[in-house]
């Protein structure tokens, strides 16, 4: 399916974030990646996803959380990557930004985080209620935004590897929380990364169709 590229400038606060947004024709939603610790747009795992996700009409926005001056920071600290708060914001930000530009403006909104990113995009789920109709998390920490879970009112798909025990479990204890649709998926013979042949086509395929059912209908 044919998409339009644009590189874009994304203004949180103070801070200018890059990001990369692509919009198929015909897009009928569309879909903002929060990236996990240490990671940026140009994460490859998350790319996958929306690539899977442009080839079923979806537009995507990938965009770097933090600035190049605080990904220096945190490179040495590793303070920034956790700052959960900080990084939820950015993502309700990114979905205010979203709502002022006319070509995707009228799309419903749904977010993809992955790790610490999965808590930023529930953080954001949770002050955009209106905003954002539905989450998934890939190898999240949802427990991350343990103070923001009872106010989430979009579905959530919370996608983990069935190697990363902890996670699941950190997942579990989320899932009480939640008030919402929401669905725990154990992906087999995966990690935390998901790195093992097809556990990441099987990740995209989950995220594509929860996005269809959810922001489509």
């Not at 996803?49 to 537009?59: C, D, F, I, K, M």
């Not at 992906?187 to 990364?193: D, F, K, L, R, T």
Request: charged share 20%.
């Amino acid at each position: 399916m044919e998409a339009q590229a644009t590189a874009v400038r994304v203004a949180a606060g103070a801070a200018a974030l890059d990001g990369d947004l692509v919009v198929p024709a015909a897009a009928q939603a569309l879909v903002v990646f929060a990236h996990g610790s240490g990671s940026s747009r140009h994460s490859p795992r998350n790319r996958f996803v929306a690539g899977v996700l442009h080839e079923a009409g979806l537009a995507t926005l990938l965009m770097d959380l933090l600035t190049p001056e605080e990904e220096t920071e945190d490179l040495r600290t590793r303070r920034l990557r956790f700052d959960v708060g900080l990084l939820g914001e950015r993502v309700v930000a990114a979905v205010d930004w979203l709502g002022a530009q006319e070509s995707v403006a009228a799309l419903p909104v749904g977010a993809f985080g992955a790790s610490t990113g999965a808590a930023a995009a529930l953080i954001a789920a949770a002050q955009r209620p209106e905003r954002i109709a539905a989450v998934v998390s890939r190898g999240g920490r949802p427990d991350l935004a343990a103070g923001a879970l009872e106010l989430v009112r979009a579905p959530t798909l919370l996608l983990v590897g069935e190697l990363d025990v902890p996670v699941i479990e950190m997942n579990r204890a989320a899932m009480e929380r939640l008030r919402v649709e929401t669905e725990l998926v154990v992906v087999p013979g995966a990690s935390h990364q998901f790195e093992e042949p097809g556990a990441l086509e099987r990740v995209a395929e989950a995220a594509r169709d929860w996005f269809a059912r959810h922001l489509v209908g």
